[in-house]
């Protein structure tokens, strides 16, 4: 049998060069890094700032649909109201420290004794902004209908108004994004 030494040299410079970098294809590696790194990062910012504002947004539309719910399958109003302290309702308080869902016996929008709270939710964690035109709490009545504060909530990240974000409650009590 014959051996091609031809196809042994060819095989012995493909295969078995030294093991390393050079220091020319070290260079342009990292230059290649660099630049995919500088193209990506804006972009993964903006896309983690985008994330935020629909995450507290999702947040925010899962109370409100959990309160029509309760409202029809157990009818009786349900209220959702802006809290602090996360134990009592708080007119001064801001929809980003918190809220609470809860039974409400009397349908005034605030905790009174016997009243019995279903959900709690606490302080929203990005830096977004929530505002309500409606007020400080939303009720359910027994048929899902929200009565009296109606409007929109809005969530705006601190960076920029271009992730805004809102919810809009009618006075069928349909909640939409």
Not at 18 to 30: C, N, P, Y
Not at 86 to 91: E, V, Y
């Amino acid at each position: 049998m014959k051996f091609n030494h031809g196809f042994l040299n060819i095989f012995k410079t493909i295969f078995m060069k030294k093991k390393g970098f050079t220091i020319l294809e070290l260079m342009i590696t990292i230059a290649i890094v660099s630049i995919l790194v500088a193209i990506s990062v804006p972009s993964f910012n903006s896309m983690m700032i985008s994330n935020s504002v629909t995450r507290d947004q999702d947040t925010i539309f899962s109370l409100l649909l959990t309160a029509r719910s309760e409202a029809v399958k157990r009818g009786r109003a349900v209220s959702v109201c802006q809290s602090s302290n996360l134990t009592a309702c708080d007119s001064t308080a801001s929809w980003t420290d918190g809220a609470i869902v809860f039974f409400d016996s009397n349908a005034d929008g605030d905790i009174d004794t016997g009243d019995v709270v279903l959900r709690v939710n606490e302080k929203l964690k990005s830096s977004v902004s929530l505002a309500f035109s409606g007020g400080d709490h939303v009720t359910f009545n027994s048929l899902g209908q929200a009565e009296g504060n109606v409007g929109t909530f809005t969530f705006t990240h601190s960076s920029s108004t271009d992730y805004t974000r809102t919810i809009t409650l009618s006075t069928t009590g349909r909640v939409r994004k």
